[in-house]
């Protein structure tokens, strides 16, 4: 069965300073990796997958994200943090296997004090 | 751009009353779903359709049901609704399945049932 972890229910940053936020899974294969965010009553976004390839993935934000395969680990980065970043970040994975569905992590509560 | 828009927005039932939620997308996208969302628990995928007249059960289908009579539309109804069944909503859609795993989410449908 694939499952994903995300170990911290908040994480705490001042504004400028790096930022990770967690996340470990569990699948039979390769995996598709993603994060989301979501704002206050509204939609998870899409931030940034790893299909495959470069292990540093890129997306929307200035956000990034390190794919380590020994470590089952996709954590989730960004040099400077804003206090616009502050929101609920989502870890989701997929074995590459037909058929299977998106599981995403509980979510981690990202607040950047200023 | 509209994008996947869900009606109701709120909603308040009796236990034992039944309701439909709406969600529509505008992006011609083949495949959607419906999740809910509890606190602490992530999202949770209900039920899904890969395509006009297709349906599938999800994590938690129990107590849903749901059609796709129209490409474009996805309803999930609660025939009779229970206080467990209190939660956020999200309808999404994507393009390519969940093999790229780049869903376009609704705002969500708060539904409280009493």
């Known amino acids: 069965a694939q499952s994903v972890a995300q170990p911290e229910d908040q994480v705490n940053v001042a504004e400028g300073n790096p930022l990770t936020v967690k996340c470990t899974y569990s699948?039979?294969?390769?995996?598709?990796l993603f994060w989301y965010v979501q704002y206050p009553n509204r939609g998870l976004q899409f931030l940034l997958k790893y299909i495959t390839g470069d292990n540093l993935v890129k997306g929307s934000y200035g956000f990034e994200a390190e794919f380590n395969k020994s470590q089952t680990s996709f954590h989730l980065k960004k040099p400077s943090a804003l206090v616009s970043d502050s929101a609920l970040y989502f870890c989701a994975v997929r074995a590459n296997q037909a058929g299977t569905a998106l599981i995403f992590g509980k979510g981690t509560t990202l607040s950047v004090s200023s | 751009n509209a994008g996947v828009t869900q009606t109701p927005k709120f909603r308040v039932l009796k236990t034992g009353q039944s309701m439909t939620l709406l969600c529509a997308q505008d992006?011609?996208?083949?495949?959607m779903y419906w999740y809910r969302q509890d606190p602490g628990m992530g999202l949770r995928l209900i039920h899904y359709?890969?395509?006009?007249?297709?349906?599938a059960k999800g994590e938690v289908p129990d107590g849903y049901n749901v059609s796709r009579l129209k490409k474009q539309n996805f309803l999930l109804g609660l025939e009779s609704a229970a206080p467990s069944q209190t939660s956020v909503y999200f309808c999404?859609?994507?393009?390519?399945?969940?093999?790229?795993?780049?869903?376009?989410f609704g705002e969500g449908s708060r539904l409280t049932v009493l």
């Open positions: 699948v039979s294969g390769n995996p598709y």
């Open positions: 992006m011609n996208h083949e495949y």
């Open positions: 359709s890969v395509g006009e007249g297709t349906t």
């Open positions: 999404a859609s994507s393009s390519s399945g969940q093999r790229t795993g780049e869903l376009f």
